[in-house]
Nanobody, 125 residues
Framework: QIKLVESGGGSVQAGGSLRLSCAAS??????????MGWFRQAPGKEREGVAA????????TYADAVKGRFTISKDAANNTILLQMNNLKPEDTAMYYC????????????????WGQGTQVTVSA
């Protein structure tokens, strides 16, 4: 069992920055083998993947909408997963969720083994 808790959300003006943090706790077999990611969902919209990082942290992937503006990173033990968000836009407004999975295909289908409760990001024009 893994517990994920997000923090760092808030309100910011367009062009500003926020750093989201996901604290992971609990140990399971295969610890350190999880893909970690961030998803977001705005009211009335479908959930979308934002960014993901492989277990060893070498390879990352981003949604086209956030490329060049967001950066995902983590420590080796997956204790902390960060999402640095720069040059925020109003369309980035959403609830952001941290997620973990041992099978990347899950992320491609917008699913995960573990989810955090979310942290709200609001960007005003």
């Amino acid at each position: 069992q893994i517990k994920l808790v997000e923090s760092g959300g808030g309100s910011v003006q367009a062009g500003g920055s926020l750093r989201l943090s996901c604290a992971a706790s609990g140990t399971v077999s295969g610890s350190g083998t999880f893909y970690m990611g961030w998803f977001r969902q705005a009211p009335g919209k479908e959930r979308e993947g934002v960014a993901a990082i492989e277990p060893n942290g070498r390879v990352t992937t981003y949604a086209d909408a956030v490329k060049g503006r967001f950066t995902i990173s983590k420590d080796a033990a997956n204790n902390t997963i960060l999402l640095q968000m720069n040059n925020l836009k109003p369309e980035d407004t959403a609830m952001y969720y941290c997620a973990a999975t041992q099978e990347y295909l899950e992320f491609l289908h917008k699913r995960a083994e573990y989810w955090g409760q979310g942290t709200q990001v609001t960007v005003s024009a």
